[in-house]
């Protein structure tokens, strides 16, 4: 419910450092009880846009070595590289090459610009809810979805469908 009230700000980027960390705990806890479980982190487009966020990043995991690397996926937006497509790019291949993974979040809402599946180093494409919700009864979000999966295929990537709900989306 806050988020929209600090987007923009200063606080955006210091709440994005405080999740990042709090999510690196997690990983070490559940690594120290034996748990192997993949954590998505949310990452803000003006905390991401900043030069050494990479160099930041490889910080926060040097302080936290417990922490499995394999197991922590960035989220990003498509507005994450609106501006800065060239230097986000670097900034993700620089993460792809700790060992994170890297997801573009709610395709198909915002720009859904093929330049961004071409140029950024992605792992996986998560299909937003909003064409999940009505996939058994709306033949266009049927469509969306299945070209979707068809696109990210042909680009090995992997795909996730948010908002799954019931028996019937999970089958489709």
Not at 2 to 20: D, H, K, R
Not at 89 to 109: P, V
Request: negative net charge; contains cysteine.
């Amino acid at each position: 419910a806050f988020l929209p009230f600090i987007e923009g700000t200063e606080l955006e980027t210091l709440f994005g450092a405080w999740v990042v960390d709090a999510g690196l705990r997690l990983l070490d806890g559940w690594c120290s009880a034996g748990i192997a479980l993949p954590l998505s982190i949310n990452i803000a487009a003006p905390h991401l846009q900043q030069t050494d966020f990479a160099a930041w990043m490889a910080e926060q995991l040097k302080a936290h070595p417990q922490a499995p690397v394999n197991l922590l996926d960035i989220e990003i937006t498509e507005a994450s590289a609106l501006f800065q497509l060239d230097r986000v790019a670097q900034t993700l291949r620089e993460l792809r090459a700790m060992g994170i993974t890297i997801s573009l979040d709610d395709f198909g809402t915002g720009y859904s610009s093929l330049t961004y599946l071409r140029r950024l180093p992605l792992n996986t494409l998560k299909i937003d809810q909003s064409f999940v919700r009505d996939i058994g009864t709306d033949a266009d979000d049927r469509a969306i979805v299945q070209a979707i999966i068809q696109m990210a295929r042909a680009l090995h990537l992997s795909t996730i469908a948010e908002g799954v709900e019931n028996d019937e989306q999970a089958r489709f």
